[in-house]
């Protein structure tokens, strides 16, 4: 495939998770739990000592693995997803934009102003919110409710040259990231639930669908049009920066890849072959490691995620997602939200480089 540029989504910074880090340490070692966090990082050390013989044995046999998922459904290990994105950004794009992104205990949604080429992102707004437990297991009704809510209250604080043009209807990207059987660009059945979510209505059901008429029951005027999940969001992010970017890689709760392949390249895709000559596809990453699954709600499955799980846990226990993520997008010059937050959740004062327990 040639060079290979690579868009990768990081949990937290290194400052903030070497900060972070001291003190768990400090209160692990105090409640009995360093030594688990210790064995853990050993035993991963030790599985991850492979001869370089031994990796290119699994790197030829996972190219085998992808060419049978790209020639049947269900012929591989591995899932590859054909995503229906066959034009990634230029940087030429211009307009108002909005996006949401659903893909755990929290969900974000943004407002990007593009400006073209010569001045890129002009504007950029985002805001986080934390979904109520009872809404992760309640009725495909109230989630979307929920979320239309917010991204209607977040529509409401367009600011002075933030609005879109008269008659014009707004448009939304939608980063869904759990399993869906994708049919078109715009419209995706999930297929089920992960992360702590457990809405026995919505399985089977279109997400866009679900979402649209949660809009339209608030009279907020917004039109999906795209439907997409994070590791394509990424590989789009990062080719609207560069034109060399062909692959992106999440790693997190969710672990997945996203790359460009040759739309000839991709025997069980039955449509017209799109005129870009490519395609997005999703590589899902899946039970290449088995730790800590026994006591988990569903054994057997997204082993891999599990173990980057547990391990961001033992260091960051006592952060949730939402203080992660503000403390990741801090770029103030005294990094003051990281401050605050270390602050407030661990109790410890942190200044540029300088950490007090």
Known sequence: MGKVAVGAAVVCTAAVCA???????????SSGKWARAVAILKEFEDKCGTPIGKLRQIADAMTVE???????????KLKMLISFVD???????????????????NFRVLRVLLGGKESGVVKQESEEVSIPEHLMIGSSHELFDFIAAALAKFVATE?????VSSGKQRELGFTFSFPVRQTSLSSGNLIKWTKGFSIEDAVGEDVVGELTKAMERIGLDMRVS???????????????????????????????????????????????????GEMASILQILNMIKPLDDESKNPGEQIFE??????????????????????????????????NKLKDILEVLYSGDTVGI
């Open 19 to 29: 900060a972070t880090a001291l003190v768990v340490k400090h209160r692990m070692q």
């Open 66 to 76: 992808m060419h049978a998922g790209l020639a049947s459904e269900g012929g591989s």
């Open 87 to 105: 034009n990634l950004p230029t940087g030429n794009e211009k307009g108002l934009f909005y996006a949401l992104d659903l893909g755990g205990t």
């Open 159 to 163: 600011g002075e040259g933030l609005h």
């Open 226 to 276: 795209a439907l997409v999940n994070d590791t394509i969001g990424t590989l789009a992010g990062g080719r609207y920066h560069h034109q060399d970017v062909i692959a992106a890689v999440i790693l997190g709760t969710g672990t997945n890849a996203a790359y460009v392949e040759r739309a000839h390249a991709i025997p069980k895709w039955q449509g017209l072959l799109p005129k870009s």
């Open 306 to 339: 599990k173990a980057i799980s547990e391990l961001l846990h033992c260091y960051c226990e006592l952060c949730r997602t939402p203080d992660m993520s503000a403390m990741h997008h801090d770029t103030s010059s005294d990094l003051k939200v990281v401050g």
